[in-house]
């Protein structure tokens, strides 16, 4: 199975859990678990940047798309897939909706800042 697919199984089968920092961002961010649970567990999320090498282990920025059409970004670890657990836990290391400022059309591609 994909990492995607495996991700997008976790989330939809409740085996996630979540530091206090994305609690935090939630809020911020006015991001509910439901949009959470949709936007990573059903409609064609994608991963946007993988950070295989991450200091505190392998995780992912994902981008799902809501029922509006808002999108919003997840990071995700994936420890216990990369090392072929059995049912793995996903960690939800931060979420946000993306400022159109900042990001490309799309929400996939960060802009690029121009030179001072």
């Known amino acids: 199975m994909a990492l995607l697919d495996e991700i997008s199984q976790a989330i939809r089968d409740g085996r996630y859990e979540a530091g206090p920092h994305v609690g935090a961002r939630r809020k911020k961010h006015a991001v509910t678990v439901d949009h959470i649970e949709h936007g990573l567990g059903r409609d064609a999320p994608e991963i946007i940047k993988d950070y295989k090498r991450d200091r505190r282990g392998p995780c992912c920025l994902i981008r799902g798309e809501l029922l509006s059409g808002e999108v919003i970004h997840v990071c995700v670890g994936y420890s ?37």
């Open 80 to 116: 216990e897939i990369a090392f072929g657990a059995q049912n793995p836990t996903v960690f939800l290391i931060t979420c946000y909706r993306p400022d159109p400022g900042q990001w490309e059309p799309g929400f996939r591609r960060k802009r690029r800042r121009r030179p001072r």
